[in-house]
Nanobody
Framework: QVQLQESDPGLVKPSQTLSLTCTVS??????????WSWIRQPPGKGLEWMGA???????YYSPSLKSRTSISRDTSKNQFTLQLSSVTPEDTAVYYC?????????????????????WGQGTQVTVSS
């Protein structure tokens, strides 16, 4: 069974770059046809898909966050990483990493919970001075 675990950055100050790592066990991030996403949920709001990296290393980003987001991977460690620059208090959220099979049919499906087979437990990120 595949397990995902997000790192815990804790408190991040405004204007800093948030860096989160998802460590995967029980399966390889290079397994064919799987896509590894970062998704967040601000307090009182729904899920927001941020971006993804494919089994082949291709990246996909939410248009609204693309200018501030970068996703990369380290296949030797079976990890993938999110970097979000110039954070503000509005970036406060629970951040999740998740795995899905295949590309979504519709863009909105990137943030649909039912589309994902496996989730990390989530990590709270608070942006505050």
């Amino acid at each position: 069974q595949v397990q995902l675990q997000e790192s815990d950055p804790g408190l991040v100050k405004p204007s800093q770059t948030l860096s989160l790592t998802c460590t995967v066990s029980g399966g390889s991030i290079t397994t064919n046809s799987y896509y590894w996403s970062w998704i967040r949920q601000p307090p009182g709001k729904g899920l927001e898909w941020m971006g993804a990296i494919s089994y082949g290393g291709n990246t996909y980003y939410s248009p609204s966050l693309k200018s501030r987001t970068s996703i990369s991977r380290d296949t030797s460690k079976n990890q993938f990483t999110l970097q979000l620059s110039s954070v503000t208090p509005e970036d406060t959220a629970v951040y999740y990493c998740a795995r899905r099979h295949g590309l979504p049919r519709y863009a909105s499906d990137w943030s649909s919970r039912r589309e994902y087979r496996d989730w990390g437990q989530g990590t709270q990120v608070t942006v505050s001075s």
